[in-house]
């Protein structure tokens, strides 16, 4: 009976999804979003406070970390 409705439906075994986007395009999409957001967080963060901060992955997934200045010791 399977063999029969298959033979009645050619192609219907057909997958009619697209094929997977290359691995190393969404990797490099990725990239570039999180560096477009990175650079959005910096601004904000300059434009918004007196602090320093500088771009950094950390193990908490922060984007950006605040940074103290070393001041010469009087």
Excluded: C, W
Aim: charged share 15%.
């Amino acid at each position: 009976m399977q063999n029969q409705s298959s033979t009645n439906h050619p192609g219907a075994s057909i997958a009619l999804s697209r094929p997977p986007l290359n691995k190393d395009f969404r990797d490099h999409a990725e990239q570039q979003h999180i560096a477009a957001q990175q650079k959005a967080a910096l601004q904000h963060a300059h434009a918004h406070s007196s602090g320093y901060f500088i771009t950094q992955d950390s193990a908490f997934g922060n984007l950006i970390l605040p940074v103290l200045p070393r001041l010469d010791p009087e």
